[in-house]
Structure formats: C-alpha cells, structure tokens
C-alpha cells in the first residue's frame, strides 16, 4: 500500500435502495405516508427509477464501470405483502439480483429493511410494537435463502438514524432551521437494536453470509467548551450502536458530514459549506474521522464503508468531494483501521425521502419520464479508482 492505495481485496461499489429506486412500492409506510394528507413528502417515489425491471441495466453500469461491488435492499412489502401471506416471485427476484451480481463478478451486498416496512406492520405496531421482534425474526427466515450467496447482509440499515426521525430518510425537516441532526429517541433506540438482534439471531442460526447492521457515522468536532454535548450526542448516536454490535461480523458505516458543538451544543455548518440537499456541512474528511472513532469503540471489528458521497448538482464536485473522502480513508487504513471497502451512495439519483428526487446523489442520472440511464463522468473515475486501486 501506498499513501494513496488501498488494501488488495478492497471491495469498490455503490448502493441503492429498494424503495428509493424499484418504483411502485405501493404497499409499505412510506408510500402511504407520501400519499397522507399534509405529508412530509414533497412527491411521491411513484415509478422511482423503474429499477424493479431495470436492475440488470443498473447491474451492468456498476460492472461495466469496472466496481466489483454492488449493494441493495429488499422490500419486505413485497416479500410479505400482508402478514403471514409471502411472495416467493418477489424472493425470486432479489435471489436473481445476487446471482446476477455473482455472473457480472460484483459482491453482492444485501441490506434485509431499508427503513421500510410493510403497511401491516405500521398499523400494528411499527418499530417498536410488541409483536415486531418475532415478525422480523420470521422475515429474516423467510429472506435468508434470497441473499444466501451475497458476501455481506446487513439486518438494518441506519437504525440510528431511524431512531431519530419517526419518518425517516429526510435529513432536513422542512420548514426548520437546520442545525444537524436531533439525539435519537432513546427507547426507539433500544427497540431496533433489539430488532437487529433479533435479525441476527436468525442469520446466525442459520448459517448465513458474514452479518451485521449498517449505521450513520459521523465526525464529532469540539468547537471549544463542547465536549459535554458532544459526547453525550456520540454515546446517543454512535456508542450505543457500535457497543451493540459487538459479536457481529461487521459494520456498515455510512458517512456525510460532521457535527460541531459548543458548550450550549449543536452548532449549525457554516452556510457556504452547506450541501445543496440537506443543510449537512461539506466536509470529506468526516470519512476518515467517523471509522477512526468506529475502529477505537470497536478495534477487532472488519468495518465497511457502506455509503458516503454527495447530493450535487456537480459531478466535477462530486469527483473532489470524494477524492478527498478517499484520500482520507486511504490514511485512516494506514494508520491500521481495518476497513474492507468503499461503496458509494448511490448508482442512481434517486428517490431522496422527503426530498423527493430534487438531490441528486447518484453517478448516474435518471431521466424521470424515460428511466433512461446516463452515466455521470463520476461513474468512469470511480471505476478508475476501484481498477487502480488506488487514487494514483
Ligand atoms: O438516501 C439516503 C439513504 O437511504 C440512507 N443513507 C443516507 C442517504 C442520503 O441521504
């Protein structure tokens, strides 16, 4: 390795979502919360980016950029659209998704609840009901044999972050100032970690690909006199997460931006290093920061940077921004924290939650009447990174 090069066997991917790219996902929470009265949501996700029949085109853009990696979620709406009632065409799918990522030589990296779930389950209880343990528990089982043959499954996906929004995805909350993200409820908290245990517990049982959760990472910067706060949000957002995944066989972080504290706490980004999205600061180097602090709570655990990137309308940004973010990665791991790869969010501009598709993530742009897919030049650089290895 050297100052710029990465570890041999280092994974290089991108990410999405089922529910922020299939499309027609009628039958889960949020599709009903974006169709409520005074919703939250500025449009529907609708069609999203037709990927429920397109993800072979999208599989081989990733390939084709030459990533060896592809990261996706499974829609338990579709897989048990009401409870107890399974949908083995729907676990057919995602089963051709990973085979389809084994022919084109990707690792396939599958995520079981991308804050998701199935409208049922909202009117009965949602996260925290009494009785969602053993119906997650019953739909790992039901999925496991969908996503036997990818290399990672993830239980959850940023239950950290979930905990803190009851309607998540957004990162801004309309209407609001934003200054960052609030401390997460703590027994919702306590809920989805149960959750993933639960999950895991099954996957373990069960023999399953190597398991773990995926969480929001984030840089935690000390403005002067902010230490208080700052440690307290941390052990909220961070501690209590990562300690609970101790005993799994990886974690999934997935980072954007910092926080910066002072002694009354959170303090706003400056506004010209604000991101066009979300009000997040700009700041690449948060990369490196949160798997550093990741790697000291839990220093035997194999850690994947499960998403990280940037909503602009720029790509020449996007190739800085994450140059940057790499360049810092690339010195975290010299310094022996034990990353195993880079998976940028996302392949496609997507359905951005509450923000419907104005933020732009992906390396690749979606035409929202044709679903015609055109590829960013930041798709052919990271392919050049993932071929190299390296930022050359
Ligand atoms: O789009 C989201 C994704 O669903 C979860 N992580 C953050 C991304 C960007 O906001």
Redesign the pocket.
């Known amino acids: 390795m050297t100052a710029s090069s990465f570890p041999e066997n280092f994974l290089w991917g991108t990410a999405t ?1 089922a529910h ?1 790219v299939e499309g027609g996902n009628v039958n889960n929470d949020h599709w009903e919360m974006e169709h409520a009265e005074h919703s939250p949501f500025v449009e529907s996700s609708g069609d999203a980016c037709d990927s429920w029949h397109r993800w072979e085109e999208d599989l081989d853009l990733v390939a084709g950029a030459g990533l060896n990696t592809y990261r996706f979620s499974l829609e338990w709406s579709r897989i048990e659209p009401e409870e107890g009632e399974v949908s083995r065409a729907a676990l057919d799918h995602y089963r051709r998704i990973v085979d389809g990522c084994r022919d084109r030589g990707l690792t396939p990296i599958a995520t079981l609840v ?2 998701t779930m199935p409208r049922w389950l909202m009117h009965d209880g949602g996260w925290t009901g009494q009785k969602t343990g053993d119906r997650i528990a019953r739909f790992t089982e039901l999925a496991l044999p969908a996503v036997r043959d990818a290399a990672y499954v993830a239980t959850i ?2 239950p950290n ?1 979930m905990a803190v929004q009851p309607v998540i ?1 957004g ?1 801004a909350r309309r209407g609001e100032e934003i200054k960052g993200l609030p401390v997460p409820d703590q027994a919702v908290s306590e809920a989805l970690i149960g959750l993933h245990q639960r999950s895991m517990a099954v996957l373990r049982g069960a023999g399953s690909p190597p398991a773990g959760m995926t969480l ?1 990472g984030l840089e935690y910067i000390d403005e002067g006199g902010g230490q208080e706060p700052m440690q307290a949000a941390r052990a909220a957002m961070m501690d209590q997460f990562l300690t609970a995944a101790e005993g799994d066989d990886f974690v999934g972080l ?1 980072i ?1 931006t910092a926080q910066r504290f002072g002694p009354e706490g959170l303090i706003a980004p400056p506004a010209d290093q604000q991101t066009l999205a ?1 009000g997040m600061e700009r700041r690449p180097r948060a990369l490196s920061a949160a798997v550093r602090h990741a790697a000291t709570v839990l220093p035997d655990m194999p850690l994947l940077v499960t ?1 990280n ?1 940037i ?1 602009t309308a720029d790509d020449e940004d996007r190739i800085r921004f994450t140059s940057d973010a790499l360049q810092s990665l690339c010195e975290a791991i010299a310094d022996g924290v034990d990353v195993r790869g880079y998976v940028h ?2 392949l496609l501009d997507n359905f ?2 509450m923000l419907g598709f104005a933020p732009t ?1 992906g390396l690749v742009a979606v035409d929202r009447e044709t679903f015609t897919r055109t590829p960013k030049p930041s798709l052919a650089w990271l392919g050049e990174v993932a071929r190299r290895n390296g930022l050359g």
Do not use: K, P, R
């Open positions: 979502a922020q991308h804050f996906n940023e972050l995805g990162m929001v997935q954007y979300h998403e990137g909503a969010w996302s951005e939650w993530f």
